[in-house]
């Protein structure tokens, strides 16, 4: 395709991928399912022994900023166009349309917010606890026992102190500009830190800010994952994919792309040397709480798990409230937060295979905006039509893709000892 015609052809795609930004626009997944501070402020006043009182009629007071019925057909309407201008078999296509098709759930879950069909969606969307990596192997939930036998482990070593929490908010959003500042700084792009009282997790990353919980507290290494984590990639990929002249789509992730950006993202901070076991054990014990509600747990159960890991109260509430959101204290969970142990094993296992077969050029793919795994292949095709550029930026680990090669052939051999058979051979030099 030459000339005029391919002018036409990036045309059209960006046509379509900015109707399709546009669509998305007005969807606030997390603002529209999280409990505001009444219902902790509830909680707390009965001594943590009561249920939170969030229903169906919660939910419905909390209007969604656009109509529901009107957005799917928006959706249906984009899916459709794509196919007629783009044909059913152009790869660009596909990809657009499997996005309609998520944000299309996504309006159904919303929608559903208090009802049992809003779980099921979420499912559908984000994952289970029970879904197994490859035939025959784990789940996640069994995964998160494994991990929490190494953690514990680890914990009764004693060998790592305990770090105190002793960065404010306000010190936090000081500390994380800074570094921002550094990391973009080649960048044409400015990012903001700022407070914000009104978010559940610690931290959150926006199109071009991040946001950090006025009443948390940090330690200096927390300040350094959420550099990497918040900043390097979820920031740095929304840089990239704004920085698409066709894809615009690029810079707007569905829950699909969820499952690779946290993967991404936590990925990168063990390649960095950030994450530590602590880190790890919060993940973990989401996975763990996610599997209990899918089992019939309430909220009270699952904020009583959290506290006998060593969480305090408010630490306690603030992960039970992450798993139930959207849902009711006595409802199957939102699982959203299964995606970061899931999406850093397949992560992991894509970027291991990547350098196995020689496709080192796919890797740094994974920044160009907030993109899937599956979506790869596409996307380098892409990048030789002139459709899609490279990242922007890419960030520390990934930059020497040498370096990167030789630590994941070293994996890839270890990956394929028998773990067991080699504690068994160690057992006498441990």
């Known amino acids: 395709m030459a000339g005029n015609g391919f002018e036409a052809y990036r045309r059209t795609i960006r046509e379509l991928s900015d109707r399709l930004v546009e669509a998305q626009r007005p969807i606030r997944i997390l603002d529209a399912i999280k409990w505001d501070s009444t219902v902790e402020e509830a909680f707390f006043r009965g001594k943590c022994r009561e249920l939170p009182t969030v229903d169906r009629d919660y939910y419905l007071a909390r209007p969604l900023g656009f109509e529901p019925d009107k957005k799917k057909r928006e959706f249906q309407e984009l899916e459709r166009d794509i196919s007629r201008l783009l044909g059913h078999l152009s790869p660009i ?14 309006v159904e879950m919303l929608e559903a917010r208090g009802l ?21 192997e784990p789940t996640l939930a069994e995964f998160g026992e494994l991990m929490n036998e190494a953690l514990e482990a680890i914990e009764r070593s004693a060998v790592i102190a305990p770090e105190e929490r002793t960065v ?4 936090a959003v000081e500390k994380l500009k800074a570094r921002l500042e550094r990391a973009f700084a080649k960048t044409d792009h400015t990012v903001r830190v700022m407070l914000s009282d009104g978010i559940v997790a610690d931290s959150a990353a926006g199109s071009d800010y991040v946001k950090i919980r006025k009443e948390a507290r940090f330690t200096e290494r927390d300040i350094r994952v959420l550099e990497i984590h918040e900043g390097w990639v979820h920031l740095g990929t929304t840089i990239n994919g704004s920085e698409q002249p066709v894809c615009t789509f690029l810079a707007k992730g569905p829950p699909s792309s ?7 993202a936590i990925l990168t901070e063990i390649l960095a040397f950030a994450s530590h076991p602590n880190r790890i054990q919060r993940l973990t014990n989401r996975v763990r709480g996610v599997a209990m509600a899918e089992q019939g747990a309430n909220f009270l159960d699952v904020f009583e798990f959290f506290r006998q890991q060593g969480f305090s ?11 139930f959101r959207g849902s009711t204290p006595t409802g199957r969970p939102f699982t959203k937060d299964l995606t970061y142990s899931k999406g850093f094993i397949l992560t992991y296992n894509y970027v291991l295979l990547a350098v196995r077969r ?9 920044f160009c905006g907030k993109t899937t795994l599956e979506d790869i292949h596409i996307l380098s095709q892409l990048v030789n039509e002139g459709i899609v550029v490279p990242p922007v930026f890419v960030p520390e680990p990934f ?28 057992s006498r030099i441990l």
């Open 258 to 264: 969820t499952l690779t950006q946290e993967g991404l």
């Open 358 to 366: 020689g496709l080192l050029d796919r890797i740094q793919l994974l």
């Open 168 to 171: 404010t908010g306000e010190e």
């Open 116 to 136: 049992p069909r809003f779980a099921t969606v979420s499912q559908q969307l984000y994952g289970s606890a029970a879904d197994a990596f490859h035939a025959g």
């Open 93 to 106: 296509g596909a990809i657009m349309r499997r996005m309609c098709r998520e944000y299309f759930a996504v």
């Open 399 to 426: 930059r020497d893709l040498s370096a990167l090669a030789a630590w994941m052939c070293y994996s890839n051999f270890l990956a394929r000892l028998d773990l067991e058979r080699l504690e068994a051979d160690y």
């Open 313 to 323: 109260e408010a630490e306690s509430y603030n992960n039970a409230s992450r798993i």
